[in-house]
């Protein structure tokens, strides 16, 4: 059991948004990843949320992921066999000022084996919809994770000022 969280970085968004949420440089020295993120979207693309992806390493291809979605009428699932999804940012069409969460965790991101992760997220709108996700991603490259980019497709616009996401560290005993 992880017994200590490191703030490895932590970026906030300012005025004009921003394509991606980068982390850079990122430390061997711990044993697994957690990102805490608070996102929205420049978007107004229809729906009340805009999908966030990654890369690793400044690498797009060879993921794959399974999810299932609840938008408090409707259970859903889906996968895919080349994108990466790690929640959900809502979007301009959500209620003013309200912003999804989400937190991912990446264990083992520096050994020598495939990357897994896991993400548990939310688009806040106190209108009538939202949408809560659980997913899994596989990186399928046994590369140590030194770099981590969170995107929104842009087709679903920028990250809104004010988004937040925290890197931490995990340190076992």
């Known amino acids: 059991m992880a017994n200590t969280f490191i703030l490895i970085a932590s970026s906030t968004v300012g005025a004009g948004g921003a394509a991606s949420i980068d982390f850079t440089s990122i430390p061997s020295t711990y044993t697994d990843l957690v990102i805490l993120y608070s996102g929205r979207s420049?978007?107004?693309a229809g729906q009340t949320w805009a999908p966030i992806r990654?890369?690793?390493n400044?690498?797009?291809s060879t993921w794959s992921n399974r999810a299932i979605y609840g938008d408090g009428s409707s259970?859903?699932?889906?996968?895919?066999s080349s994108l990466s999804e790690f929640g959900q940012a809502?979007?301009?069409l959500s209620t003013s000022s309200t912003f999804s969460n989400g937190?991912?965790?990446?264990p083992n991101y520096a050994g020598s084996t495939n990357k897994s992760s896991s993400t548990d997220a939310v688009s806040e709108n106190n209108g009538t919809s939202a949408l809560a996700s659980l997913t899994a991603d596989l990186w399928s490259t046994t590369s140590a994770i030194t770099?981590?980019?969170?995107?929104?497709p842009s087709a679903y616009g920028?990250?809104?000022q004010y988004s937040t996401a925290y890197l931490y560290g995990v340190k076992n005993a």
């Open 42 to 44: 420049t978007s107004n």
């Open 54 to 56: 990654a890369t690793f």
């Open 58 to 60: 400044g690498s797009s």
């Open 75 to 80: 259970a859903s699932s889906g996968n895919s």
């Open 90 to 92: 809502s979007s301009s």
């Open 103 to 106: 937190s991912i965790y990446i």
């Open 147 to 152: 770099s981590i980019s969170l995107q929104i």
């Open 158 to 160: 920028l990250f809104a």
